[in-house]
C-alpha cells in the first residue's frame, strides 16, 4: 500500500515489486502508514502520512519522498501514527500521534516537532499506541496505552509519562497489543493481549505481569 506515500518513490500507487528509496540505511521502522529510515550517517528521513505530525518535520503535511528530520539518531521505531527516535547520547525523542500519552511528554497533546522524554536510553520500540524504552540498567520503562495489560506490570492504567515496568531485560519488543522483553538470562517473557494465543502461553487470556513464555532465547521480534 502507498495511499499515503509510505513507500517514498513519489508517487500514490502500490507496488508488488521491491523499489529502491535510498542506500546506505542501518535501520528502517514501518508505522501504520508513514516509514523511517535511519541512514549510517546518523540522519532520519521519514515520509508517508503525517496527520498527527509523527514525521517529525514540524509540519502535518503528507511526505511522498522521504525528508530529512533528524541528526545523530542511532535507532528510529514507529508506531500507530508515532514515531521514536534514539541519539546516540541516549536520549529518546518523540513526535506524532499522543491520543493516549504514548509521547511520554505528560501530556496527550500530539507533536509535530519531536521532544525529549528520555535520557539514559539503549533501546526503543513502538506497539500500537505503546512506547517502550529500554534503559542503560536493563530496566523497560512504558507509557501510552495499557488496556490490554501490555506494560506487564500487572496494570491496566494508561500512563502519560515513562514508568518503570520489568527490570534484567535485554531487549524489548512492542506488538501491535502486546509485548515481550527478552531478559538477560534469555528468557522470554510476554504481556497483553492473548485473544488468539498470541502470546504463547497456552492460554487465550491477556496477560497483565508479564509471564515467561520460553528459555534460551537469542533473539525476538
Not at 25 to 48: C, P, Y
Request: hydrophobic fraction near 35%; charge should be negative.
Amino acid at each position: 500500500s502507498n495511499n499515503s506515500g509510505q513507500l517514498g518513490d513519489g508517487g500514490y500507487f502500490g507496488r508488488e515489486q521491491a523499489y529502491q528509496v535510498m542506500t546506505g540505511i542501518v535501520q528502517s521502522a514501518a508505522g501504520s502508514s508513514h516509514s523511517l529510515l535511519l541512514r549510517e550517517d546518523g540522519t532520519v528521513w521519514a515520509f508517508g502520512l503525517n496527520d498527527r505530525g509523527q514525521l517529525g518535520d514540524g509540519t502535518t503535511t503528507d511526505r511522498r519522498t522521504p525528508v530529512m528530520v533528524m541528526t545523530g539518531a542511532s535507532a528510529v521505531a514507529a508506531g500507530g501514527g508515532f514515531s521514536l527516535f534514539l541519539e546516540s547520547d541516549g536520549s529518546v525523542w518523540a513526535a506524532g500521534n499522543n491520543s493516549f500519552g504514548q509521547l511520554g511528554d505528560g501530556t496527550t497533546t500530539h507533536r509535530s516537532t519531536p521532544v525529549q522524554v528520555f535520557h539514559g536510553a539503549q533501546a526503543i520500540s513502538a506497539g500500537t499506541f505503546t512506547s517502550y524504552i529500554l534503559d542503560n540498567q536493563g530496566a523497560v520503562w512504558a507509557a501510552g496505552m495499557n488496556n490490554r495489560g501490555q506494560f506487564g506490570n500487572g496494570s491496566t492504567r494508561n500512563s502519560s509519562t515513562f514508568i518503570q515496568v520489568i527490570d534484567g531485560v535485554k531487549d524489548v519488543f512492542g506488538g501491535r497489543y502486546q509485548v515481550f522483553y527478552l531478559k538477560q538470562d534469555h528468557s522470554l517473557w510476554a504481556a497483553g493481549e492473548n485473544t488468539s494465543g498470541q502470546l504463547g502461553t497456552g492460554k487465550t487470556e491477556h496477560v497483565l505481569t508479564a509471564l515467561q513464555v520460553m528459555s534460551n532465547v537469542q533473539c525476538a521480534a
